[in-house]
């Protein structure tokens, strides 16, 4: 490590160890998306020190996401959310490799590209996005690399992470391993395996307008403490696959939390 290196994340130490910061340093991951949850997500990693991060996001910003999305601003109102993003993040570690696309996910080659050179996949594209998101595991597995989602739900969020040789995205949303990826209608993913627990806060809101919500046909609610939850778990989760401290909960487990319920979960979908 460099002295401009260690002087950064100095802070770290001690709670890491150096060559625990080192490896931190040699990692490299790949996070599709960085809105809420995405953007945070890439500011925790280069936080902690990781030395190459790959981020892409087609979309702009709107004012709808000043509330809870790293990067957003009324300046950045309009302007690409990866590129924002990747500024912020080079400003924090000018060292670090960032390497930024506007592409997003559309197709095999797309996924493949993007995963290349990674140790971790990250994918925190919108909902509905479920095409996507399977190309990208797909991708991720080829190349024997983990892959996990984190989503903001409500007060909380929820993280699953999947081992290469594990279970596919396809099996834990209850699709066909063949499923024609081009057939929306087959894509449909049943509620619970989205959001296994529903918040007692959430009561109110009809599964008809959560199931609109998780196909993207309607916005949800979201606020800094759910994406901001949802960031800190992956974090977690990513530096845990880094250093290897502990057993990993694979899916179909999932980790839960929820600070209004005060609820932690380790579940496992059934």
Known sequence: MNDLYKSIFSRNIGLLSESEQDKIRRSAMAIAGVGGVGGLLAERLIRLGVGKIKITDPDSFEESNLNRQF??????????????????????NPQAQIFCSKDGIKTENDASFFVSGCDVIID??????FRESILLQRAARQRGMHYLFATAIGFGALVVVFDPQGLTLEEYNNLSPDVDLNDIEKLGVPLERIVPVIPSYASSISVDTIQKMITGEMPGPATSIGVGI??????NE???????????????QYTYIDLVDRKFIIGTIT
């Open 71 to 92: 990067g957003s601003s009324m300046v950045n109102v309009g302007k690409n959310k990866a590129e924002v993003v990747f500024r912020h993040l080079k400003d924090i």
């Open 238 to 252: 990513v530096l845990n696959l880094i250093l290897q401290r502990r057993e990993v909960a694979k899916a179909p």
């Open 124 to 129: 925190e594209m919108d909902f509905g996005l």
């Open 230 to 235: 949802a960031s800190i778990l992956a974090a």
